[in-house]
């Protein structure tokens, strides 16, 4: 039973995850405190949301590295509708068209992917700089700090004010952060509760015998791109919203980061596995270590390193105990015959 | 996709006696580099046309050879590893890393003022070290692929953040400078010809006939193209791909000083879009990233016409604001455009088939 749940990625990803903030705690007890609580909540709110679209995804064999691009366009586009309509009401309208323009988005690389079977990878590298540049170029390129009332109002919002240690520090749970679990989830029921959810691991596993099954393989492929792109649009309001800016040069090259807390999670880049759970605990380990590791006095100029470190023994467990199983399998076959 | 038989080492070789006809054999067995010459070409004469004062000059022509080097010898490397099905995320932060290595040496060892002898002896060694940071460096992902087990994008991903986080840790996130009597590499031209992009082309040669006449070249194509074969016909895939990774860390490097030699800095950060642009050069070029396909011709092609687009571009969009950006749209419509042609040129070619069958 243990032996099982050891080799379980995600139970190990959580035993690390505790190890980690055991050692933060005990250099610096500020560790433990309900600040870095909704701290590492709110830091991994937007992290979270793409890993969900990423997550999905690898599963299904893929990878995207567009839903920046995506989030970015859709967040920068939104908020400049709402200043040319002068539009002051609720954030929520906002997010429903930042996910309408993320969907869209997201439906040219399901069109791409699926109807002329391009590459994942190629296909979302050309609409990253298809989208940025669009943008960028034929939209507008300049900060925009003066954001809409509404947005404002949702940035500032606050849950749960709790006082710091007796003095004038307050600390609080920002609202998004539910927005994130409300699409854990959702992703949670899609992946396990639905025929889409089945038919996206199928994929993974193997196109082919997904198409022999009677999956309906290009609907599916469709259905996935253009739910990436609605997260994205999401995570790309959010992000906007937290920052109190929409920034046209941020988030693209930070794709890589996400990816990285999927496969840390869990998610096999080769696909066909991969799941909610194992993701949340991988975005949590990396934010954690991206907010922490100056809390244990590693200078800034070295936390790379550390990232890098960690990211290659957390990946490098998992293959290189495949790799044995693998050989033991071989030399067991070899003996029975 | 569809070049034929890019297995067989002596393919579409150009020999010194018939140049020019083996170009044109060259073009007519393989429909994706015709095409991209065609749009090569046709890039190449419209922005003639539209800029004839400043486009076709000597000058542009320079300037355009010292911008691609760089470039392409990364492009170098993550074609070769991209031709055995696999890929090399971290040539960029190699480049940064050997730059930042040999910058450290020349600084220290040759300051201002230091006599002719020390100078030079600086400048091998420096070289000699940037050289093997970058084999180290790849030979390290080599191992971390073909040992541990990692997939090479994932290896490769997290080598990128540690061997950039060890730029940045060394520097301190400071840029690093040079020493003038370097930039000769950098800034200097022979017979008009700059000295990055003479690197680069023996580069590309010594690459090419690595690729077509040796039996490792022959390896890599058959790894890309189905590794189980490759390997039950006798090929140590293992030691294969342990040398390509060393050697797209040590195209790495020579990047890397070149770099440092053309604008005598180096920092962490420099040329953070290089990965995606090399991988779009590769690609553009005819490389599958399913691996087994991609010749030197197609990469050189899809490097040029890339560099014909942005600098006409910028020249063409000077007048308006943010013209790099339409440069950034017009590649990825640029890779995608390849792409669909490329699928459906295959389609029609499956459908006059299986018509002759039936």
């Not at chain 1, 807390?261 to 998610?267: E, I, Y």
Request: proline share 3%; hydrophobic share 50%; glycine share 12%.
């Amino acid at each position: 039973m243990i032996k099982r749940l050891f080799k379980k990625t995600e139970f190990i990803v959580a035993l690390t995850t505790i190890g980690l903030s055991l050692i933060i705690g005990m250099i610096n007890p500020t560790f433990f405190s309900l600040a870095t609580v909704f701290d590492t909540l709110r830091s991994g709110t937007v992290v979270g949301i793409f890993a969900l679209g990423t997550m999905i995804v690898i599963i299904s064999g893929g990878i995207d590295l567009s839903f920046t691009a995506i989030a970015i366009f859709s967040l920068y586009v939104t908020t400049k509708l709402m200043l040319a309509w002068q539009y002051s009401g609720s954030v929520v309208l906002m997010y429903i068209i930042a996910a309408a323009i993320g969907t869209l988005l997201g439906l040219i690389n399901a069109w791409l992917i699926s109807s002329f079977k391009l590459p994942t990878m190629i296909a979302t590298l050309g609409t990253q700089s298809l989208i940025q540049g669009f943008m960028l170029f034929f939209i507008d390129s300049q900060y925009i700090r003066n954001i809409p009332d509404g947005m404002d109002k949702f940035a500032k919002a606050q849950w749960f004010v709790t006082d710091v240690g007796g003095g004038p520090a307050k600390t609080s749970l920002h609202p998004g952060v539910l927005i994130f679990f409300a699409l854990v989830i959702v992703v949670w029921f899609i992946l396990k509760r639905t025929m889409i959810g089945r038919g996206i691991y199928a994929l993974g596993g193997s196109r082919e015998a997904a198409e022999r099954t009677g999956f309906d393989t290009k609907g599916i492929t469709v259905f996935i791109y253009a739910f990436v792109g609605f997260l994205a649009g999401i995570g790309g309001m959010t992000f906007g919203a937290y920052a109190r800016e929409a920034n046209p040069f941020a988030l693209v090259g930070t794709e890589m980061d996400v990816i990285a807390a999927v496969v840390l999670g869990g998610t096999a880049i080769t696909g066909g596995r991969g799941t909610v759970i194992g993701t949340l605990l991988g975005v949590l380990l990396v934010t954690i270590m991206k907010n922490s590791l100056i809390l244990i006095g590693i200078p800034s100029a070295w936390q790379k390193v550390v990232i890098g470190i960690i990211l290659i023994i957390g990946t490098g467990i998992p293959a290189y105990r495949s790799l044995t199983a693998k050989k033991q399998l071989n030399v067991d076959l070899a003996e029975q015959s | 996709m569809t070049q034929p038989s890019s297995v067989s080492p002596n393919d579409n070789y150009p020999t010194k006696t018939d140049f020019s006809k083996n170009i044109l054999s060259l073009l007519r067995s393989d429909e994706n580099i015709t095409r991209l010459f065609v749009i090569m070409l046709v890039i190449l004469i419209s922005m003639s046309i539209a800029r004839p004062e400043v486009f076709p000059t000597l000058q542009n022509f320079q300037s355009m050879a010292f911008q691609c080097s760089e470039i392409g010898i990364l492009a170098l490397g993550i074609m070769l590893t991209m031709i055995t099905g696999g890929i090399d995320l971290s040539v960029n932060a190699i480049a940064n890393l050997a730059g930042i290595t040999a910058g450290l040496i020349l600084t220290n060892m040759a300051p201002a003022g230091s006599t002719p002898e020390t100078i030079t002896l600086a400048i091998i060694l420096a070289i000699v070290a940037a050289l093997l940071v970058g084999l180290i460096c790849g030979a390290f992902n080599g191992f971390l692929i073909t040992r541990i087990g990692i997939s090479p994008i994932l290896a490769t991903l997290g080598t990128m953040t540690l061997f950039s986080g060890l730029t940045i840790g060394i520097t301190k996130g400071t840029g690093i400078f040079g020493i003038p009597e370097f930039q000769f590499l950098g800034n200097g031209d022979f017979f008009k010809i700059p000295i990055p992009f003479i690197i680069f082309i023996v580069m590309a040669i010594f690459i090419s006939i690595l690729l077509n006449r040796t039996t490792l070249g022959m390896r890599l194509y058959l790894i890309g193209t189905n590794p189980v074969a490759s390997k039950f016909s006798g090929v140590d895939n293992r030691n294969v791909l342990l040398r390509v990774y060393a050697l797209s860390g040590l195209l790495s490097s020579i990047a890397g000083i070149v770099i440092l030699a053309r604008t005598n800095s180096a920092n962490a950060d420099y040329g953070g879009s290089y990965v995606l642009m090399a991988i779009l050069i590769a690609v553009l070029g005819g490389v599958d990233v399913a691996g087994g396909f991609g010749k030197i011709s197609g990469m050189l092609l899809g490097l040029f016409s890339l560099q014909f687009l942005s600098t006409g571009l910028n020249m063409l969009l000077a007048e308006y604001r943010g013209a790099n950006f339409f440069k950034i749209f017009s590649w990825g419509f640029l890779l995608i455009a390849i792409m669909v042609i490329n699928y459906l040129s295959a389609q029609r070619k499956m459908k006059v088939k299986t018509k002759h069958i039936g």
